[in-house]
C-alpha cells in the first residue's frame, strides 16, 4: 500500500510501534492505536499531533480477543482501514535452568502468536469486502534462526512468519497485501533486557523508516539487516552441529525480571 491515510498499529505504547508512528504521521493520516501504557501512549500520540495526524487510542491488553475485535471492528467502522499493524510482542528468557517457565512460555504464544494472529485474521476479514487494504505482521529474524535463550519467542515468531506468508497466498487474488516483517535486533526498550552478543543492531528510527519504505512495495517479506540475514543463510549451510555450536556461542541472554532496567 503507497500512501495508507487510516492505520492501526498494535503495541503503539513505544519501540517501534511508536516509530512507525512518527514515519506515517502528517496531515490526513488517521491512526488507531492501542497499547497497555497510558502514559507511553499519550507519548506517541502527542508525536502524531504535532506532524498533523489525528488519532484515536484505546488502551486493552491484546490478549483479550473481544477488546481487539471490538476496536478493530470500531476502527474499521469509523475510518476504512487501510494499513493494519500486528506489533505487539514480548520476550522472555530461560532460568537457570536453562528452561523456561511455563507461566512465560504460555504468556510468550499469547502475545506474539494468537494476538497477533487474531489481529490479522479480523483486520482481512474487515478489509475483504473492500478488496483493498494491507496487513502487516511484525515477526522477527529469530524466527529464521532460533534464539538459544528465548525459545518461545523463537517459535512465537516463526509461527507468525509462517502464517504470514499462507495469508498472504490465500487473499493475492483478492485485493488484500499481507506482509511478514523481520527484524533484527532493534535500540528498544525489549533490547534494554537482553545481554551479549547484538550483531547488526539497528536504531529503532532507522528500521521504521526502511519497513515504511518497502511496505510501499507489497513484499512478501521484510528482513534486515543484512549482516543477520548473511549470517543466518551461512548458518544453514554448516553441519548441525557447528550450526548449534555457533549459535551457542553467540546468544544472547535475557535478564530477569528484577534487573530490568525501569
Not at 197 to 208: I, S
Amino acid at each position: 500500500m503507497k500512501d495508507p491515510v487510516h492505520i492501526a498499529i498494535t503495541g503503539a505504547s513505544g519501540g517501534l510501534g511508536r516509530a512507525l508512528v512518527k514515519c506515517y504521521a502528517a496531515p490526513g493520516v488517521h491512526f488507531f492505536l492501542c497499547g497497555r501504557n497510558s502514559q507511553e501512549l499519550e507519548k506517541t500520540a502527542h508525536i502524531a499531533k504535532e506532524k498533523g495526524a489525528e488519532l484515536n487510542l484505546e488502551l486493552f491488553d491484546v490478549t483479550d480477543p473481544q477488546a481487539l475485535e471490538n476496536w478493530l471492528t470500531a476502527s474499521d467502522g469509523a475510518k476504512p482501514l487501510d494499513l493494519v499493524v500486528a506489533n505487539a510482542g514480548i520476550c522472555r528468557g530461560i532460568g537457570d535452568d536453562g528452561l523456561e517457565s511455563p507461566k512465560d512460555m504460555l504468556q510468550t504464544f499469547e502475545v506474539n502468536t494468537k494476538a497477533m494472529l487474531h489481529t490479522a485474521i479480523v483486520a482481512a476479514s474487515l478489509m475483504l469486502p473492500r478488496k483493498k487494504g494491507q496487513v502487516a505482521l511484525i515477526s522477527s529474524q529469530a524466527a529464521r534462526l532460533s534464539l538459544v535463550n528465548a525459545p518461545s519467542y523463537s517459535a512465537s515468531k516463526a509461527a507468525v512468519r509462517n502464517y504470514g506468508h499462507s495469508l498472504r497466498c490465500s487473499m493475492a487474488d483478492k485485493g488484500l497485501e499481507v506482509t511478514v516483517v523481520c527484524p533484527g535486533y532493534l535500540k528498544t526498550p525489549m533490547l534494554e533486557t537482553f545481554t551479549g552478543p547484538l550483531p547488526g543492531t539497528w536504531d529503532v528510527d532507522k528500521a521504521a523508516n526502511y519497513i515504511v519504505k518497502k511496505l510501499r512495495l507489497g513484499p512478501r517479506e521484510i528482513k534486515f539487516p543484512w549482516i543477520l540475514n548473511r549470517m543466518i543463510d551461512f548458518l544453514d549451510f554448516l553441519p548441525q552441529s557447528w550450526a548449534e555450536g555457533m549459535s551457542r556461542r553467540f546468544s544472547f541472554k535475557v535478564k530477569p525480571a528484577n534487573e530490568k532496567k525501569k
